[in-house]
């Protein structure tokens, strides 16, 4: 495997400061948004969300991940109405009490407009394995993905920062079990669901719960 010089661009450590406290205050701004506009969004920052998302560290580069786009909206609706049935199986039944009641502050119920009222849906998949063709005999064979779901988590990550700083809104949305969406997509047998993104611009009207983050105090422990 060849190796290359690095190309790194040393920043003045004010410039460093200034960045990363800019950037900070740009992320404390970013909501999880459940009320979206229809309003039309280019594609071409859904695009260069999903670049960015494919720039990410992943288990011996593997990058297991497709991402899957949809504006359709009949496709959009098929997977507004599974998400519902299976939603609706958890919040009468499947959830236990004391996971309503960890979600209640956030307003939550089986209920999923955002499905079809955003104008696109990034559907995330995970490859545990890849599949390749062996040249000799045809045959399919299994590649194991290592750290498949961390290495798509910090892709999703990216993603989402990518989607906020082009001024969209996005929710992460898990609905479970996600087997229909393999099912509605037709995606290959190596490809489980890992999350629903619908992206847009928030609804004029949009309303989210009030929050708190964690201080730093809280979840930095610095070992010196
Ligand atoms: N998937 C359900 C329930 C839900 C679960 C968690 I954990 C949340 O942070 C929010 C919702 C739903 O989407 O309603």
Do not use: C
């Given at each position: 495997?060849?190796?290359?010089?690095?190309?790194?661009?040393?920043?003045?450590?004010?410039?460093?400061?200034?960045?990363?406290?800019?950037?900070?205050?740009?992320?404390?701004?970013?909501?999880?948004?459940?009320?979206?506009?229809?309003?039309?969004?280019?594609?071409?920052?859904?695009?260069?969300?999903?670049?960015?998302?494919?720039?990410?560290?992943?288990?011996?580069?593997?990058?297991?991940?497709?991402?899957?786009?949809?504006?359709?909206?009949?496709?959009?609706?098929?997977?507004?109405?599974?998400?519902?049935?299976?939603?609706?199986?958890?919040?009468?039944?499947?959830?236990?009490q004391e996971w309503l009641d960890a979600l209640a502050h956030l307003g939550t119920d089986a209920n999923k407009p955002h499905l079809e009222d955003a104008p696109y849906l990034i559907i995330v998949f995970v490859q545990p394995y890849g599949l390749s063709i062996d040249s000799a005999t045809g045959e399919t064979k299994h590649v194991k993905h290592y750290y498949a779901t961390e290495s798509v988590?910090?892709?999703?990550?990216?993603?989402?920062?990518?989607?906020?700083?082009?001024?969209?809104?996005?929710?992460?949305?898990?609905?479970?079990?996600?087997?229909?969406?393999?099912?509605?997509?037709?995606?290959?047998?190596?490809?489980?669901?890992?999350?629903?993104?619908?992206?847009?611009?928030?609804?004029?009207?949009?309303?989210?719960?009030?929050?708190?983050?964690?201080?730093?105090?809280?979840?930095?422990?610095?070992?010196?």
């Open positions: 495997m060849p190796f290359q010089p690095l190309a790194f661009k040393r920043l003045h450590p004010d410039e460093q400061r200034q960045r990363s406290q800019t950037f900070l205050e740009h992320m404390k701004t970013r909501r999880t948004v459940r009320d979206f506009s229809t309003e039309p969004v280019p594609l071409e920052l859904i695009a260069n969300a999903i670049a960015t998302a494919g720039t990410a560290p992943s288990g011996a580069n593997q990058q297991p991940w497709t991402f899957v786009v949809i504006s359709n909206p009949d496709i959009k609706r098929q997977i507004r109405l599974a998400a519902e049935a299976e939603e609706r199986e958890n919040y009468e039944r499947r959830m236990s988590g910090i892709a999703v990550g990216m993603l989402l920062v990518s989607l906020h700083q082009a001024g969209l809104a996005t929710l992460t949305h898990t609905p479970s079990p996600m087997g229909f969406l393999a099912e509605i997509l037709t995606r290959p047998p190596n490809e489980r669901a890992y999350v629903v993104i619908p992206v847009g611009y928030p609804a004029k009207d949009a309303q989210v719960p009030v929050i708190t983050k964690k201080s730093l105090d809280e979840i930095m422990v610095h070992v010196e």
